[in-house]
């Protein structure tokens, strides 16, 4: 009986330590599975010009790119996946955003609209106070019935303002109303220097922000996948109405910017080809905001946020916003590809 009872106890403990053994193995290869896909989500990869995968962890480290020299009184640059400021021109001073307000704006829109088959009038009584203020308009006409997403794509590409005002009283009946909920995003935000009175950015003294609780703004944005697509888009066609029977063509204000001036689409062609997969953005402008633009590029697979504000020039002179952050996003790309391929700069 004992001798049968120890074989037992013996079988038993072998047992047990065979299980110990596969749940230690099973584990193991849990953590290496876990660390593995860690490690590609650190790493993706992007497609080279030759057609060969090129690893895109490869962050610039801060003090490497130069904003000094900027035509921008006040600029920020971000590493996207972190939020790690990377260089900075008066990063944390006072700035009136002008239409970079209207990322605000199509934020809070996007979080609390719930009804987006909705047919939205657009209200006549908004115009005369826009047109005395000589606000930017996407082109809607007074009564026309349009779509929240056409909404969107009119504030944040042609930058009108008849949308952000439509689309207040659509949703808060008050614009009062709704642009206390802009505060209280903001507040939510951590943007403790930042403080709106409207919808569109139109200016006012005690509208205000910094380049660096903008470029807050825009993180959160990119976080809303159908504020980042429209931010990326060139040109929207609204679906035809009574008023536009063939649509209304709503074009990137950043991308006519970019067309408009030789030299800056062809470093867009040859940025495109050196490692620039994505590029967007909201400019803004008024005689006291300057030239303002709030942008994103992904270059060899990672994301950079750039914010600039109060560069000299109007909508006459050359864009200067829009140069400024070609050469800050040229100067990204020369430092990755060399990181990257250990060759000499091709950008």
Not at 26 to 45: D, S
Not at 50 to 64: C, I, N, Q, R, Y
Not at 201 to 212: F, I
Request: proline share 4%.
């Amino acid at each position: 009986m004992r001798q049968r009872q120890k074989k037992i106890r013996g079988g038993r403990r072998g047992w047990k330590a065979l299980c110990c053994f596969y749940l230690a193995l099973a584990a193991f290869c849990l953590i290496l599975i876990w660390r593995m896909e860690a490690q590609r989500e650190k790493t993706p990869l992007t497609g080279g010009v030759d057609g060969t995968f090129l690893f895109s962890d490869m962050p610039v480290a801060p003090g490497e790119v130069d904003v000094s020299g900027i035509n921008s009184r006040f600029g920020i640059l971000l590493d996207g996946p972190t939020g790690r400021i990377l260089a900075e021109k008066d990063g944390g001073e006072r700035m009136y955003p002008a239409s970079m307000t209207k990322l605000m704006t199509a934020l809070v829109a996007v979080e609390r609209t719930e009804e987006w088959d909705a047919a939205i009038r657009i209200p006549s009584e908004i115009f005369s106070a826009l047109m005395v203020q000589h606000a930017s308009l996407a082109g809607f006409e007074p009564g026309e019935t349009v779509t929240p997403e056409e909404l969107l794509y009119g504030m944040l590409l042609p930058s009108g303002a008849e949308c952000c005002a439509t689309y207040a009283l659509w949703l808060a009946g008050d614009e009062d109303v709704f642009v206390g909920w802009m505060n209280e995003k903001a507040a939510d935000l951590g943007m403790d220097h930042t403080h709106f009175v409207n919808p569109s950015g139109l200016h006012d003294r005690n509208h205000y922000s910094t380049p660096e609780d903008m470029a807050i703004l825009l993180q959160a944005c990119l976080q809303e996948e159908r504020l980042k697509n429209i931010l990326e888009t060139q040109r929207f066609q609204t679906e035809p109405t009574s008023l536009h029977p063939e649509g209304l063509c709503l074009e990137s204000t950043l991308y006519q910017a970019v067309f408009a001036s030789e030299t800056l689409t062809e470093q867009w062609e040859s940025y495109k080809e050196a490692g620039l997969s994505a590029l967007g953005g909201k400019t803004g402008y008024t005689s006291q905001a300057g030239l303002c633009l709030a942008s994103f590029a992904c270059i060899h697979g990672r994301e950079y946020i750039l914010i600039t504000g109060e560069a000299q020039g109007d909508h006459t002179t050359d864009p200067y916003h829009v140069e400024d952050a070609f050469s800050v996003y040229g100067q990204i790309l020369k430092l990755t590809q060399q990181e990257i391929t250990g060759d000499q700069p091709s950008v």
